[in-house]
């Protein structure tokens, strides 16, 4: 998204905006006896989240970097010889252009989804996923906070006066990047797609798979 937001109201205005102004276009598309390494190649090369999951021409799931990382990876599966269609997430949603962000991500919240498809009819316009709609607000949070902020005197933290703790003991889940502590695997997914982008794997990493 190419505007700049400056002021609260347009946060606002952004959680009015048609999905199809900030969906990704480049949608990657692959047959379901693909394999997860075909896939890695593909998201790679044309920088997707996401790949849609084909059968005869139409979509019957969708591969995310967390279902790669999760249901292959993690598990030691040979990602040359596992197919897309074992480990795509099925059925696969829809919304029409003209939904806003604010309807995405309450539908992404009903179905505990993190992509969607934007559809008219049976045509395929684009994907909207939950880590654009997450990084449009942020930016806006902050062009917020420096508005509001510009020409104030800021407080700084004196490290010596503050002591971060990240307590390990009970987490269930612990991400292999930061080591921030989760409740469980699902919102460690969530954290690696939103602020890791599925580091490592799919930055070209797949000695090791």
Do not use: W
């Not at 999905?19 to 390494?37: H, Q, S, Y």
């Not at 044309?46 to 849609?52: G, R």
């Not at 700084?156 to 469980?184: G, H, M, Q, R």
């Amino acid at each position: 998204m190419s505007k700049i937001i400056s002021s609260a109201s347009d946060v606002g205005a952004l959680l009015a905006m048609p999905i199809d102004k900030i969906m990704e276009t480049d949608a990657v598309i692959m047959e379901g006896d693909k394999t997860v390494l075909d896939a890695i190649n593909q998201m790679q090369e044309k920088n997707a989240k996401v790949v849609l999951v084909s059968h005869q021409g139409e979509a019957i799931g969708i591969v995310s970097k967390s279902d790669i990382l999760f249901k292959a990876a993690a598990k030691n599966l040979s990602l040359n010889k596992v197919k897309l269609r074992e480990i795509m997430s099925s059925p696969v949603y829809s919304l029409p252009p003209h939904s806003t962000l604010q309807d995405a991500l309450n539908y992404m919240d009903k179905y505990d989804i993190k992509q969607i498809i934007v559809s008219t009819g049976s045509t395929i316009l684009g994907i909207m996923n939950r880590a654009s709609i997450y990084e449009n607000l942020q930016k806006a949070s902050i062009s917020t906070v420096e508005s509001l902020t510009e020409g104030a005197p800021m407080c700084i933290i004196n490290p010596n006066a503050v002591k971060y703790v990240k307590d390990l003991s009970t987490a269930k889940a612990v991400c292999p990047y930061c080591e921030s502590p989760f409740d469980d695997k699902n919102s460690l997914s969530k954290h690696i797609d939103r602020l890791h982008g599925g580091a490592g794997l799919l930055e070209g990493d797949t000695r090791q798979y």
